[in-house]
Each structure stands twice: as structure tokens, then as C-alpha cells.
């Protein structure tokens, strides 16, 4: 339950090219089972009580990312950088 890793690699073993990379929420589900959200389980095309493929993964870390906003509604923002880091929270990744 107490893992070191923090990032795993889904698959859909009937469908391989159909993988997703991602950090748990919490290690709550019994030995041997997942919880996923459903859009995790159409995204690999997976049924309910279907079987997945889980491998821990590990990435690099980053040195650069680049940014554009959605409209140009960003202008009439008056904070950037708060809300930037606002918005990074969301993100485990970055």
C-alpha cells in the first residue's frame, strides 16, 4: 500500500496501441483490483470488470513548457502568475 512509485503505465492487454499514463489517486481498492474513471475506461476501451495491464513508469523530468491561452480573455486577467499556479494544481505532472 505504501508504494515508492508515483506514475504507472495502463493498458488494455486486448488492445495495446490503447495506453494511458497516470498517478493514483489514493490505494484504496482491495489486492488485485483498480478503480478507474470512466472516461479512463472508454479512452482503452475497457468494461467494467475487465481486465488491465498496470506498470509503474518513470519519465523525465522536464526543463520546458510552453503556454497559450484559450482566448484572448487571458488579457483582462490581472494576476498571471497566480493564475497560473492556480490552474498548475490540477496538473500531477507539472
Known amino acids: 500500500r505504501s508504494l515508492p512509485y508515483t506514475q504507472f ?40 470488470g475487465g481486465t488491465l495491464s498496470v506498470a509503474t513508469a518513470q519519465f523525465p523530468s522536464g526543463v520546458f513548457a510552453r503556454f497559450q491561452p484559450h482566448s484572448s480573455d487571458f488579457l483582462d486577467v490581472s494576476n498571471h502568475y497566480y493564475l497560473l499556479l492556480k490552474t498548475l494544481d490540477h496538473f500531477a505532472c507539472l
Not at 29 to 48: F, I, S, T, V
Open 9 to 48: 503505465q495502463i493498458c488494455n492487454p486486448e488492445c495495446k496501441q490503447q495506453r494511458l499514463y497516470t498517478g493514483p489517486l489514493d490505494f484504496c481498492a482491495a489486492d488485485g483490483e483498480c478503480y478507474l474513471p470512466a472516461w479512463m475506461m472508454r479512452q482503452l476501451k475497457l468494461k467494467e
